[in-house]
């Protein structure tokens, strides 16, 4: 066995969460990068300040429907 494969599990723990975060991270630049192309395809300021609230709405609602759902499991634990 090799000593450095051993490794104690807070140092895996904290690489684990690392990873996660990175993850979380890259997700959100991805997801935020195409909020962002959306609204560089827009004409005017005016339509790119309309098509950013349209988003904020959308956000806001896909919120709204995930505490609906994560409060209707959490009864019927």
């Known amino acids: 066995m090799i000593t450095s494969d ?3 599990r807070d ?4 690489e684990a969460h690392m990873l996660r975060q990175r ?3 890259a997700r959100r630049e991805i ?11 827009q004409p005017s300021p005016s339509s790119i300040r ?3 609230r349209r ?10 429907d995930v505490v ?3 409060n209707s499991t959490e009864t019927h634990e």
């Open 55 to 64: 988003w904020c709405t959308a956000i806001t609602n896909l919120a709204d």
């Open 68 to 70: 609906t759902a994560t």
């Open 31 to 41: 997801t935020l990068g195409a909020i962002r192309a959306h609204l560089e395809e």
């Open 23 to 25: 993850g979380e991270q």
């Open 11 to 14: 140092e895996d723990a904290r």
């Open 6 to 8: 051993i490794r104690p």
């Open 50 to 52: 309309a098509c950013a």
